[in-house]
């Protein structure tokens, strides 16, 4: 009976267990597989300096295979980072990788699409401002006004865009005007752009903001997401 049982729990899962459940549910690419790093909230960034953890060496062997498919004659790449739904750990993932092209000395924005539940700014602790992507998306702020450099390295040139108050029409904002100002302007000043953006599950803004990437990231979380 606990065979049985066991057999049937496994065949009616639906939940992500491995590389290979997603494989055969998909034809899209399985880029990385990472750990699960701990206490991700008090250390947003795991990469960096002399560090060589597993998940470090893991970031810097997905930034390889993405580089792949990234056009390296183009002056700015735009990389969208999404998920299926919360709690799956793409804003996490996307300040790491962007810490990552940053410390090849790359000009890197992260910009803090999730405009309904700012993650990177709470974990920073900038959650207090009021400047940012909902600002400037309402024309209250420039770009220059909204950068929050996250680095003092002249090495390193990383900076965040965060998403500042929380508008009450997040899906209007990223469909104005606007968007194609801050496209330009990311485009004359930076390498790589990230965009964290809100699960593509649950609202539309990562279909609408994913018009500028030149690869989309979604990512998966073991045990939790559904296939």
């Known amino acids: ?41 008090s250390f947003p960034f795991v990469i ?76 920073l602790g900038l959650n207090e401002n009021p400047i940012g992507l909902s600002s400037f998306l309402i024309g209250k702020s420039t770009a220059k006004e909204i950068i929050t450099p996250l680095v003092n390295d002249e090495n390193e040139h990383f900076d965040l865009f965060p998403s500042g108050a929380i508008p009450p029409n997040p899906q209007e904002l990223v469909s104005t005007k606007y968007m194609a100002q801050l496209k330009e302007y990311l485009g004359n000043n930076y390498d790589i752009v990230i965009v964290d953006t809100p699960p593509f599950g649950i609202v539309a803004d990562a279909q609408i903001i994913g018009e500028w990437a ?8 073991f045990n939790q997401t559904t296939v």
């Open 1 to 41: 009976l606990p065979i049985i049982f066991g057999m049937i729990k496994e065949v009616t899962n639906k939940k992500v267990v491995s590389k290979k459940s997603i494989q055969n549910n998909t034809q899209i690419p399985v880029l990385a597989e990472l750990e699960q790093v701990t206490d991700s909230d």
């Open 48 to 123: 960096g300096g002399n560090s060589r953890s597993m998940f470090g060496e893991q970031i810097r062997s997905l930034r390889t295979n993405i580089n792949f498919y990234l056009d390296d004659q183009k002056k700015t790449n735009f990389i969208i980072i999404t998920s299926s739904m919360s709690g799956e750990g793409k804003s996490f993932l996307s300040m790491n990788l962007a810490k990552s092209y940053a410390l090849q000395g790359k000009k890197v924005a992260l910009l803090e699409f999730d405009l309904r539940r700012p993650k990177i700014s709470k974990v």
């Open 214 to 221: 030149d690869l989309s990231l979604i990512v998966t979380r």
